[in-house]
T-cell receptor, first 109, second 115 residues
């Protein structure tokens, strides 16, 4: 069983909708990362969280350490948000990242 | 800074051939990571280096895979001999420190196809 589980696997939304992507993990972590992979394949880091909530533009990421759960929210979604969103964690024992399988988001006009 | 640079961007080779993937990390970054991405398994860590020294290679699939970092600005991932199941996108990433609170910066990836 993968240490990091994401849901949903695929998501289609209409422009303007509020979107939530969920990530659950089973190990103790020192940090959780949300990454975005564009259709061209490039990967960029969106957020790094160890507690609480972070906001950047229309993106909001939250984490609940006790429940081992994080959510990524996109407000007023736009077609350019279409990408794969990947959750990754640093376990307490190391620097390397363990990744979820990703959530493929398509926002239609 | 130009970001993490990987070459080649695409590689097509025949089974049994040697493949070498290259990575130049961001200047000043002490940690370098090699990842592999496939449809079935997603992103997986292969190996990472700290100050040019391999720290954790437990993700390297088998002896056909080897990685080196001869200096702070260059790393290679070699597959010899290559097999069709090695077809994947290979990403290199670097970070200033290995701390979990530090952002990893990813290269554009090398798409490898082994026929």
């Amino acid at each position: 069983k993968n240490e990091v589980e994401q849901s949903p696997q695929n998501l289609t939304a209409q422009e303007g909708e509020f979107i939530t992507i969920n990530c659950s993990y089973s190990v103790g972590i020192s940090a959780l990362h949300w990454l975005q992979q564009h259709p061209g394949g490039g990967i960029v880091s969106l957020f790094m969280l160890s507690s609480g909530k972070k906001k950047h533009g229309r993106l909001i990421a939250t984490i609940n350490i006790q429940e081992k759960h994080s959510s990524l929210h996109i407000t007023a979604s736009h077609p350019r948000d279409s990408a794969v969103y990947i959750c990754a964690v640093n376990s307490n024992s190391g620097y390397a990242l363990n990744f979820g399988k990703g959530t493929s988001l398509l926002v239609t006009p | 800074d130009a970001g993490v640079i990987q070459s080649p961007r695409h590689e097509v080779t025949e089974m049994g051939q040697e493949v070498t993937l290259r990575c130049k990390p961001i200047s000043g970054h002490d940690y370098l990571f090699w990842y592999r991405q496939t449809m079935m398994r997603g992103l997986e860590l292969l190996i990472y280096f700290n100050n040019n020294v391999p720290i954790d290679d437990s993700g390297m699939p088998e002896d056909r895979f080897s990685a080196k970092m001869p200096n702070a600005s260059f790393s290679t991932l070699k597959i010899q001999p290559s097999e069709p199941r090695d077809s994947a996108v290979y990403f290199c990433a670097s970070s200033f420190s290995g701390a979990s609170t530090d952002t990893q910066y990813f290269g554009p990836g090398t798409r490898l196809t082994v026929l």
